[in-house]
DNA sequence: CTGAAAGCGCTTACAG
DNA sequence: CTGAAAGCGCTTACAG
């Protein structure tokens, strides 16, 4: 193990000179730089991290917790988050886990191996974000935002971007349509369906609740969901699921059923991910800016580290209607 | 924040007592041990990593290493190794990134940040390989497998995969096929074509190097593939594809072309993603045994930490054809 | 069984 | 501009 220590007797100088040299203090003459420079390369020195941390109390390593859920939006998520810590020199610990084990991130905050936590999963009231709120741990709430809650939150305009969807169903003369919900109370979900109902408002038009299915964030949910919105007396000639994977869901049923999609039904979904532009499944949707939301997770993340005291911010990135074949493309005559 | 002397101080013993009841040592005199216990609790106290990192040299962390690919297979196996690591009671540190951007992982185990690396999707010649060969840390490769070099390797076994592909499809009375391939020179890619290959000579059958596409491993290049295979002057009446990415590219292309799976054309997928079994697919594939695969993966990278001269093994898990809608899944008349 | 002490490898005030 | 030294919070031989 090389430690600064062999490159100070490398150079010629004392161990802390070699640290100045690191730190790229301004306090070391030029000559002597280039000595420590030069035997830093022959020694073939890495700092030992956790040397540096123990004075330092920083890390540059901060935590994700996300749920073992089945969307392959989370996924993309953790890409983009990757990409944004990678670029502010932030190395990621993830836990893959939701409920008690999701304490483990605010155990390692308080063993210093992470300076603050990025949750993307989580729900009011869960003993990971309860525990991080008393410790007064950094951290971050993204794509899931909880009301009320003082603390930093990025997540797209949900309700915006559901409120699209419902005009254009309206505009396309869709009078009975159908909405296929996740789990009520995360926040993604309730955001979609509110804002999808007052855009129908918007055009004059309700929706009555036997056509709202409530169920999962799964694919097998869509499926039943879509036979159940077949099921009634006046079935659904559009329906908007409050994600893509649902969508996928309802696809797969509606084959099942025999039904055209789109000339028998229209189908939106929300996210835009990336097996949505597929020709198999050529979803309409509504994109996320997730690299945006990313970037700017990690920066209120890292500001807050730095000032613990700063103002809570919730930002909100808008998002796009992108519309494919699962409805009709096409200029109405 | 709270350290093992303020929980010295409270159970009124000196800072090394706290730590031996920590260790679970046996020299503490059983109403030590319960005051120190007492005091813990009342503190809040949890250990500092960096400290013990220090005096034990040992992190509990793990790297992974994972490209930014868009396979879905790849998150599943991050799923899969999560839960091993977590078994196993240690922390993951990722980096999603290829290329150079692998070093930071060799990086971290010189600063002592990690104690092992996991490649998932590293290559033969890759700089970060090389550079961990060098430095002899301990690493693991997963569902990648480089012959002739000498390291702990966990694979499923492709070859038999496949073999049993080439067969199936033999015995139903295809007698003209086609493979979609991704990369050539990655080992899944070259051990399932082969395996295909040597499972179509066990039934007599050769298959022309035309008949074989290339490309990458997306479904942009699964659809382009189906479009040769088709203009072909025999086109193939089953395809397999070396992955099920390519292969949902492949079912795209045949909607597009007018072509009726299975009716028209079989379609055979690998890794029995989660997706895959979705209604609206319905690939028939070959599943791996993804969570054995991770639980060997983590044991061995931990075996190899512990010590450093054990001989290196190659794993192969045995993986197995599902039949689905992508093929004829009733019995030949 | 318990305490005092050394030391892991850094960073950074304190002298000079 | 540079060095000697303190100290971050642990673990673990060394005494007793």
Same mark, same amino acid.
């Given at each position: 193990?090389?430690?600064?220590?062999?490159?100070?007797?490398?150079?010629?100088?004392?161990?802390?000179?070699?640290?100045?040299?690191?730190?790229?203090?301004?306090?070391?003459?030029?000559?002597?730089?280039?000595?420590?420079?030069?035997?830093?390369?022959?020694?073939?020195?890495?700092?030992?991290?956790?040397?540096?941390?123990?004075?330092?109390?920083?890390?540059?390593?901060?935590?994700?917790?996300?749920?073992?859920?089945?969307?392959?939006?989370?996924?993309?998520?953790?890409?983009?988050?990757?990409?944004?810590?990678?670029?502010?020199?932030?190395?990621?610990?993830?836990?893959?886990?939701?409920?008690? $084990?999701?304490?483990?991130?605010?155990?390692?905050?308080?063993?210093?191996?992470?300076?603050?936590?990025?949750?993307?999963?989580?729900?009011?009231?869960?003993?990971?974000?309860?525990?991080?709120?008393?410790?007064?741990?950094?951290?971050?709430?993204?794509?899931?935002?909880?009301?009320?809650?003082?603390?930093?939150?990025?997540?797209?305009?949900?309700?915006?971007? $559901?409120?699209?969807?419902?005009?254009?169903?309206?505009?396309?003369?869709?009078?009975?349509?159908?909405?296929?919900?996740?789990?009520?109370?995360?926040?993604?979900?309730?955001?979609?369906?509110?804002?999808?109902?007052?855009?129908?408002?918007?055009?004059?038009?309700?929706?009555?609740?036997?056509?709202?299915?409530?169920?999962?964030?799964?694919?097998?949910?869509?499926?039943?969901?879509?036979?159940?919105?077949?099921?009634?007396?006046?079935?659904?000639?559009?329906?908007?699921?409050?994600?893509?994977?649902?969508?996928?869901?309802?696809?797969?049923?509606?084959?099942?059923?025999?039904?055209?999609?789109?000339?028998?039904?229209?189908?939106?979904?929300?996210?835009?991910? $990336?097996?949505?532009?597929?020709?198999?499944?050529?979803?309409?949707?509504?994109?996320?800016?997730?690299?945006?939301?990313?970037?700017?997770?990690?920066?209120?993340?890292?500001?807050?580290?730095?000032?613990?005291?700063?103002?809570?911010?919730?930002?909100?990135?808008?998002?796009?209607?992108?519309?494919?074949?699962?409805?009709?493309?096409?200029?109405?005559?």
């Amino acid at each position: 193990m090389v430690t600064s220590r062999d490159v100070a007797r490398g150079a010629g100088v004392s161990q802390a000179t070699v640290s100045r040299v690191l730190q790229n203090s301004t306090h070391v003459r030029p000559e002597t730089r280039a000595r420590v420079l030069t035997a830093l390369k022959e020694v073939g020195y890495t700092p030992n991290a956790h040397a540096r941390a123990m004075r330092t109390g920083r890390t540059s390593t901060i935590g994700i917790v996300m749920g073992r859920v089945t969307n392959p939006f989370y996924p993309e998520l953790l890409g983009a988050l990757g990409q944004a810590l990678s670029d502010a020199s932030q190395r990621m610990i993830l836990w893959l886990s939701e409920g008690p $084990a999701e304490l483990g991130a605010v155990e390692a905050i308080h063993g210093h191996t992470i300076d603050g936590v990025i949750f993307t999963t989580v729900r009011e009231g869960s003993v990971a974000l309860e525990e991080a709120i008393a410790a007064k741990a950094p951290f971050v709430l993204v794509n899931r935002v909880i009301e009320g809650l003082r603390c930093d939150q990025v997540a797209s305009d949900n309700f915006e971007g $559901a409120r699209a969807v419902a005009r254009y169903f309206a505009q396309h003369g869709h009078d009975s349509v159908g909405v296929v919900c996740g789990v009520p109370g995360i926040s993604t979900n309730d955001e979609r369906l509110s804002g999808f109902i007052a855009g129908l408002k918007d055009e004059g038009q309700t929706i009555k609740s036997r056509n709202i299915v409530t169920g999962d964030f799964t694919h097998a949910h869509g499926m039943r969901a879509l036979a159940k919105l077949m099921a009634l007396k006046v079935p659904p000639t559009a329906i908007f699921c409050v994600n893509d994977l649902l969508a996928f869901g309802v696809l797969s049923g509606a084959g099942l059923h025999g039904l055209n999609v789109p000339a028998d039904l229209w189908v939106v979904g929300y996210d835009d991910i $990336a097996m949505s532009s597929w020709h198999c499944h050529d979803l309409s949707t509504v994109k996320q800016r997730l690299d945006d939301m990313a970037g700017a997770t990690v920066e209120l993340l890292l500001a807050r580290i730095a000032d613990r005291d700063r103002n809570p911010t919730t930002l909100r990135f808008p998002s796009q209607l992108a519309i494919r074949g699962s409805t009709d493309n096409k200029p109405t005559g």
